[in-house]
Structure formats: structure tokens, C-alpha cells
């Protein structure tokens, strides 16, 4: 009888694939104790490599491949101790995500139109694109710091206005976010562990969603990963300049969303502190070093603002006392925990009860409205958390596999906390934040997992993540009952025969080896074949407007807006993702903080709240609207917008809030007819109605009262002003929201004083005053 051979069969995935180095393993640049720069690094031999000759007496890249001469040919060959198939795999994976966030980009349009007006208004003004306004005429700046409008306001100065040019920076993010990720997990693990993390990112809905869309969120992530990143490099030998880049780099995320930038930088903190290889005031200081560079990165713009005479600068939107400091304090800091959001379109509720934004608790990312955008492995990401530090804990203090779990897991279980529970505005796309973080876990793990499957302990986890992640995915796939209804069965098959193939590969002397890479393959199909078909319906379908969803529709769901209930004519209900015919659908709890609104709900009549009066200065619900009809009259929900365009008349979904108004030619038309003699040819309450219009004529329309219409910018007496003096050629009527949650109702008067002094007309369907043209 002859020994077992250790040469692989043909078809064998090696071991090395998802090798990842032992504990007490150098990493590159970095020597066995852990020091940074003590002499030459011996690159390890991948596994299974017998060292022999020069590399047995520690000569640097003995026994290893020759390193390609040529540029091109280390681009294609990568580290020479990584596998042939590692970089062009790596590059397979960049090439694919890019094809894949590209396709048919141009289908979503302008996508937010809130933000692609601040951006065209950015391409036209250097002032606007510094603060990032709304118009290039600087009346208001968007609710968020600008840092996000600028790769797509530079793009739009060098290629013209138009969806490719807006969104292609986006793609583009979320290529780069890909290839850190890959980055980050391959340098302490392998090859295999950073692809299959950079695999799972790519196909995450809400990733997917995010980084074709406009939002701050696409950047944001990008970000965030690179800090990790920049952390991870840190630890690797007590780094100063890595983590003060780190600091930089949080500095730079606060100027793209404040303060959910440093939401993971306190775990982030903490492991740095326990981890690094240096004694712990080394530690702390550096700590501190990094805390001191957070705050020019992140400060100058916010000094800049906040020094700049309010009078010759644009107001700062989304504020009732145009500070961004407040702003970000407020409306978009410890508002959002506490649902206290003064000038905000909802509130929220308490924990584990139905707020305006939904149940908060420990269950509501899996719930009908965020799973199947995240949570497809999210439990499997907390198991994997466990299975590292389990594997790692009899490792060193300053062990950078043990790191990277406690970075990445920590990052993810802060984030997860606080949107679980955080009662103020919260949206499905908001869990791109997530999506990172389960990645790398899942990378991470599945590779010290895979170099351990011959063990029963391994073998057995692996088989009881991929089936429960299998039957999660049937769940979150049969919310969608009619949506290809073959896929949940097909998960759980290929779940329960890659569990039974990883099983037997336990007994290697019993089975063939290549039983294992088929369980393998077999479980990422089950794992991964969920969210790749929300992925490929996400990026088949346009989106546009402020609330947005990945997937098709699912039964429950609220929606995404405040209030939203039953189901409706079309995806999601009221308030929903485009409400089919009309926008005829139940109103579920209503929304007693909008003006007139009280509790209860009924169809979405043309320009009403449900049930309630209209508030003072306005008429059918909205200040300044003239109704519009039923739902039908309104316009039937646009694709997987923010829903209610139907129901609440032809302003534009709510009133403008949720997704711009149609403009017809003459409207545009009369817009443009002596652009040139005003500062603005137009005023419209609510940022998403001006945005309309804005990006129809390409010329500046001020945008009353902010994103929500409950600024208090301008105030009466100042669009008085600006009338007399004039500067505003019309006032176009419907939009916004007035003094919801305590905001500021200026809106409210500017749209009273404007109906009494001045005569509507109406331009296609578009109720219209000309400001230069009084009442006799």
C-alpha cells in the first residue's frame, strides 16, 4: 500500500488560494518581531513550497518567481510570492465591477436631482462649487458639506452636463472601493480571501445601487475602507504616518456626510490602542497625532464657512440659523439618534417601536424594508467575526490577522448598532455603509477556514454557514413572491449540496480532494446567488429621486417614507418605490407633523395630505400648489423613484420632495426668455422641485426654503426685496413642505404674499406668477 501523494489532482483548487500566513508571520515590511524597516524582508513561499537553496539561508526572493522585467509585466504578474492567477484574477475583478456599475448608467437620468442641480451649479460657479449651492447664483447651499459634489462638478466643467458625465465618477468610486478592499485583505491574508471579499462587495445591492446614484454615500464608503486600510498598515509595525493618513482621511470623509464618518472611528481607536506593536504611550500618542490631523483635513472647509460673512455667502441649507456647525450637530449629527430634527419631514420612534422611519430595534436591517439590500450575509458576517477571533486567540497582542477581524468586526457592529437603533431620518441606501465590513469578514474567515477544512470544527462551520445563509437567502428572495420564484429553491439546493461536499471533504484519505473545491463552488453559488439577482434587477431598472432602493419589490415594505403602509398601485406602498397608476395606495399611520396632516390615511388624492386640511397660504395640502387632480392627473409613479408623484399631484412626488417635478417645453421655454436680466428666472419651494427646472434650463432657480421647503432662506422680507429689486423673474407654484417638525415657515408667507399680489397662469400643467407683472 502506497503513501497518500501531496501532489493535487488536476482540477484541485490549491490550499495556497485562501492561504493565509500563520500568527507569528512577518508581513511585508516588517520584520519577525514586528518592527517596521529592520532590514530586508524575506518574502514567505506560498504554502506547500519547499524553500531550498539560497532561500533556506534567507536570501530575499530565493526559490520564488522571477519578477517580470517589464512595467506591464509586473502590472500583469503581480507579487512574486502571489500565485500566477492572482492579479489577473484581480484585474478580472476591477474589469467586471466596472462593466457592471456602467451598464446602461445613462437609464437613472439625473439620478438625485437635489444634488446633480448643486452639481451643474458647481460646473458654472467656483463660489458654488466651493460651498456647494444648489445655484450658481448661491441663494442656498445642499444639506451636506460638499466634498462629494466635486469629482462630479469637475467632470461636469470638463465634459458638459448629462447623466454619464454626473454618474461615471460614482462607478468609478466604486471600482476603486473594490480594489482597496481587495488590498486591504490580501495583504495579511491571501490572494483568494481579498477576490472573494472584493466579489461580495461588488455584488451588494445597496452597493451596487449606491455607486450608480449621486448620493454622498458612494464616496463615502470609498473613504471609509481606505481609513481602514490606512489602520490596517498602521499596526503592521506602529506606523505614525499611516495613521495620521488615516486621520486625514476620516478629515477628508467628514466634508462628504460629518459626522457618520466618524462613526467607526472610536473601535478603530480602540484597537490601535490595544494592537500596535509599541509601547502604549507610543500608542496614545500617535492616537493623538492622528486626532490632530482629522481636524485641518476636515476643519478648514468648516472654518472657511463659518468665518465667511453670512451675507456674501450662500445659506447654509438644511440649518434654521445658517451655521454648519449646528447643521451638523443638529439636523444631521445627534438628530439623527433622536430623531429630534428640527425642520426635518418626519420623526422617528423609540427603540423596538414604529417611528416616521420605521420599528427600530435589534431586527430592523433584516426586516422587509433593509434586508435584501444588506443583510444577505450579515449573519453570516457575524459568525465569521466569531470563527477569527476564536482562530486567532491564542495569537500575540500585536497578532494583524487578530487586528483586522477586531478592525473590520468592530467597524461593523458600531455601524450596525446605531442604525438599528438611531430613531431620526434613516433610508434603505444608508446600509452601503455596511457593506464593506461584511465583506472582508466573510473574506477574511473563508480562507482560515478553507487552509483548515480537513478538520471536522471547519468542515462543520463552513457546512452550517453556507446552509443557513442559503435558507436566509430563500427568505429574503420569497418576499417577492412573484419574482423568479425558482431562485429560492435553487439556493437551497446548491446550499445543502455544498454543506454535504465540505462535509465529506473532511475525510480527505475517503473521498476525492476535488469534493471539496466543488462544495466550495457550490456554496458561493448558494451564498451569493441572492444578491447577484438583486444586483443584475438594481442595475436593469433607472432610479431617481431622494429615497431609492435596490431589488425588486417586497411585500411589507414601507417604502421608505414616513408613514408609508399598505400596499399600493405600485412598488412598496405609500410613499413607496413608485406608485404604479395614480399612486392610489393606503396611507398607513399618516403624518401628523406635516402642516394640516393628522393621523389615519386614505388614497392619494391629487394635492392633499391624507385626511388633513391645507395649511395657511397654500391650497390642496402644499404651499402655493393649486391642486392637481386626482392621482392619475398627477402622473403615475416614475420607476423606482421615491413614490407618491401620483398621488400628490403634478408638483413633483410630494410636493417636490421626493423626486423633481416634469418640466414641460414651455415651461422651459418661458424660463429662458431673458435668462440674462435675472439673477434667478425662477423661485420654487423645496431643493428637488427647483432642481427640476434648474437642470432644464441650465440657468439658476432659487430653491425656497431648502431640501425640505422649511429653511428659513430667504425670509418674506427678504424675496421682497429681491422682487423689487428685480431679480426673480417667476415664482412657480407647488412644492415643499413649509414648517414641518418645527422648521421655519417662511415658505409658507413668501407663497400667501405671492398668490395675493401676483396672477397665476399656467404653462402646460405648471401653475406659474410672473414677479414683474403685480396685480392692478
Request: hydrophobic residues 45%; proline residues 7%.
Amino acid at each position: 500500500m502506497t503513501a497518500p501523494s501531496n501532489t493535487p489532482p488536476p482540477g484541485h483548487l490549491p490550499a495556497q488560494a485562501f492561504q493565509a500566513p500563520p500568527p507569528d508571520a512577518p508581513v511585508p515590511g516588517q520584520d519577525a518581531a514586528g518592527r517596521d524597516g529592520a532590514g530586508p524582508v524575506v518574502p514567505a513561499a506560498p504554502h506547500g513550497v519547499p524553500a531550498t537553496g539560497l532561500q533556506e539561508r534567507g536570501v530575499p526572493g530565493a526559490g520564488l518567481p522571477e519578477r517580470p522585467a517589464s512595467r506591464a509585466g509586473r502590472l500583469w504578474r503581480g507579487r512574486p510570492e502571489d500565485p500566477a492567477w492572482a492579479r489577473p484574477a484581480f484585474l478580472a475583478l476591477l474589469l467586471g465591477t466596472l462593466v457592471l456599475y456602467l451598464w446602461d448608467l445613462s437609464a437613472s437620468g439625473y439620478a438625485n436631482s437635489f444634488y446633480s442641480a448643486a452639481v451643474q451649479a458647481g460646473s458654472q460657479s467656483w463660489k458654488a462649487f466651493f460651498f456647494g449651492s444648489s445655484d450658481a447664483a448661491n441663494a442656498i447651499t445642499v444639506d451636506k458639506p460638499p466634498a462629494a459634489l466635486w469629482p462630479m462638478a469637475l467632470s461636469v466643467r470638463l465634459f458638459g452636463l448629462g447623466s454619464w458625465q454626473i454618474l461615471v465618477p460614482e462607478a468609478l468610486m466604486g471600482v476603486a472601493t473594490v480594489g482597496v478592499l481587495y488590498a486591504a485583505v490580501r495583504r495579511r491574508f491571501s490572494a483568494g480571501a481579498g477576490l472573494l471579499a472584493g466579489a461580495v462587495l461588488a455584488v451588494t445591492p445597496v452597493a451596487a445601487l449606491m455607486f450608480r446614484f449621486n448620493n454622498p454615500d458612494a464616496l463615502l464608503a470609498l473613504l471609509m475602507v481606505l481609513a481602514v486600510y490606512c489602520v490596517l498598515r498602521a499596526l503592521e509595525g506602529a506606523r505614525t504616518r499611516w495613521l495620521v493618513l488615516a486621520g486625514a482621511v476620516f478629515g477628508l470623509a467628514f466634508l462628504t456626510k460629518t459626522l457618520q464618518a466618524w462613526l467607526i472611528v472610536p473601535p478603530l481607536a480602540v484597537v490601535y490602542a490595544v494592537c500596535a506593536p509599541a509601547r502604549l504611550p507610543r500608542r496614545l500618542l500617535q492616537l493623538l497625532y492622528a486626532g490632530l490631523a482629522m481636524v485641518p483635513a476636515g476643519g478648514w472647509w468648516v472654518a472657511i464657512v463659518e468665518l465667511w460673512p453670512a451675507s456674501s455667502r450662500p445659506y447654509i441649507g438644511g440649518s434654521q440659523d445658517n451655521s454648519f456647525l449646528s447643521l451638523t450637530f443638529g439636523y444631521n449629527g445627534f438628530g439623527r439618534i433622536t430623531g429630534n430634527e428640527t425642520g426635518s419631514v418626519g420623526g422617528g420612534g423609540g427603540p423596538g417601536g414604529g417611528g416616521q422611519w420605521g420599528a427600530t430595534g435589534i431586527g430592523r436591517l433584516f426586516n422587509s424594508e433593509m434586508g435584501g439590500q444588506i443583510a444577505w450575509l450579515l449573519p453570516a458576517a457575524f459568525l465569521c467575526l466569531v470563527v477569527g477571533l476564536v482562530l486567532t486567540r491564542r495569537a500575540r497582542r500585536a497578532d494583524t490577522a487578530r487586528a483586522a477581524f477586531l478592525l473590520w468586526g468592530g467597524a461593523l457592529m458600531m455601524t450596525f448598532t446605531t442604525f438599528s437603533f438611531m430613531s431620526g431620518i434613516f433610508h434603505q441606501y444608508y446600509n452601503i455603509a455596511l457593506a464593506p465590513y461584511i465583506a472582508a469578514l466573510v473574506g477574511m474567515a473563508a480562507s482560515m477556514l478553507w487552509q483548515r477544512r480537513t478538520h471536522p470544527a471547519a468542515a462543520v462551520t463552513m457546512a452550517v454557514a453556507v446552509v443557513g445563509t442559503s435558507l436566509w437567502s430563500a427568505d429574503l428572495l420569497g418576499r417577492s413572491t412573484d419574482w423568479h420564484p425558482w431562485l429560492r429553491t435553487a439556493v437551497v439546493v446548491a446550499g445543502v449540496a455544498a454543506a454535504a461536499a465540505l462535509l465529506a471533504a473532511a475525510w480527505p484519505g475517503r473521498v476525492p480532494a476535488r469534493i471539496g473545491t466543488v462544495g466550495a463552488v457550490a456554496g458561493l453559488a448558494a451564498a451569493l446567488g441572492g444578491p447577484v439577482a438583486y444586483t443584475l434587477d438594481t442595475i436593469g431598472t433607472g432610479h431617481t429621486g431622494s429615497i431609492v432602493t435596490a431589488g425588486p419589490a417586497v411585500q411589507g415594505g414601507m417604502g421608505g417614507f414616513p408613514g408609508g403602509g399598505g400596499p399600493g398601485g405600485g412598488r412598496g406602498g405609500f410613499g413607496g418605490r413608485g406608485f404604479g397608476n395614480g399612486g392610489v395606495g393606503n396611507g398607513g399611520q399618516g403624518m401628523p407633523q406635516f402642516p394640516g396632516g393628522t393621523a389615519g390615511g386614505t388614497t392619494g388624492q391629487g394635492g392633499q395630505f391624507p385626511q388633513g386640511q391645507p395649511p395657511q397660504g397654500g391650497q390642496n395640502g402644499f404651499p402655493g400648489t393649486t391642486g392637481g387632480g386626482n392621482g392619475a392627473t398627477g402622473g403615475a409613479g416614475q420607476g423606482r423613484t421615491g413614490g407618491m408623484r401620483g398621488g400628490m399631484g403634478g408638483g413633483g412626488g410630494m410636493g417636490g420632495l421626493l423626486d423633481g417635478a416634469k418640466v414641460s417645453s414651455q415651461m422651459t421655454e418661458l424660463l429662458r426668455a431673458d435668462a440674462g436680466r435675472y439673477t434667478w428666472v425662477a423661485a420654487a419651494i423645496g431643493s428637488q422641485n427647483q432642481a427640476s427646472y434648474q437642470l432644464a434650463t441650465q440657468k439658476p432657480v432659487m430653491a425656497i426654503g431648502g431640501f425640505n421647503g422649511s429653511d428659513p432662506s430667504p425670509t418674506l422680507a427678504q424675496f421682497q426685496e429681491y422682487v423689487a429689486e428685480g431679480r426673480i423673474h417667476y415664482f412657480i407654484g407647488g412644492g415643499g413642505f413649509g414648517g414641518s417638525m418645527g422648521g421655519s415657515g417662511a415658505a409658507s408667507q413668501i407663497s400667501s404674499w405671492v398668490q395675493g399680489h401676483y396672477s397665476a397662469k399656467t404653462v402646460g400643467s405648471t401653475t406659474v406668477y410672473d414677479l414683474t407683472s403685480p396685480k392692478s
